[in-house]
């Protein structure tokens, strides 16, 4: 199993900052892709920003310019520096991670997807 801990949420005012972490533990392979998702009151939780464990990142329109996705330095700690931030970035933020593992002999791979509990952010206006 995997656990995937996150830190970080808090009230900010807008124009403020803050950083998100999340870290997995258990049985996780260096291949994978990390990320945030959120999900504010009454919406459905959508993508903020993704990470492969070859750096390659992705962003939501909505953060372009303003939110940072990072790996830690042990690859297996994901942050995401939030910048600028606005009150319709109130959500509950995520952390998602996508495990790929080699299975058999032959190569087969399987994967597993993992959430966080999330941490809330809250950014007065």
């Known amino acids: 199993q995997v656990q995937l801990v996150e830190s970080g949420g808090g009230l900010v005012q807008s124009g403020g900052s803050l950083r998100l972490s999340c870290t997995a533990s258990g049985r996780i392979s260096t291949d994978n892709v990390m990320g945030w998702y959120r999900q504010a009151p009454g919406k459905e939780r959508e993508l903020v920003a993704t990470?492969?464990?070859?750096?390659?990142?992705n962003y939501a329109e909505f953060v372009q310019g303003r939110f940072t996705i990072s790996r830690g330095y042990n690859k297996n700690t994901v942050q995401l520096q939030m910048d600028s931030l606005k009150s319709e970035d109130t959500a509950v933020y995520y952390c998602h991670a996508e495990f790929h593992y080699v299975v058999n002999v032959e190569g087969a791979r399987a994967t597993r997807k993992y959430w966080g509990e999330g941490t809330p952010v809250t950014v007065s206006s």
């Open positions: 990470i492969t464990s070859g750096g390659a990142t």
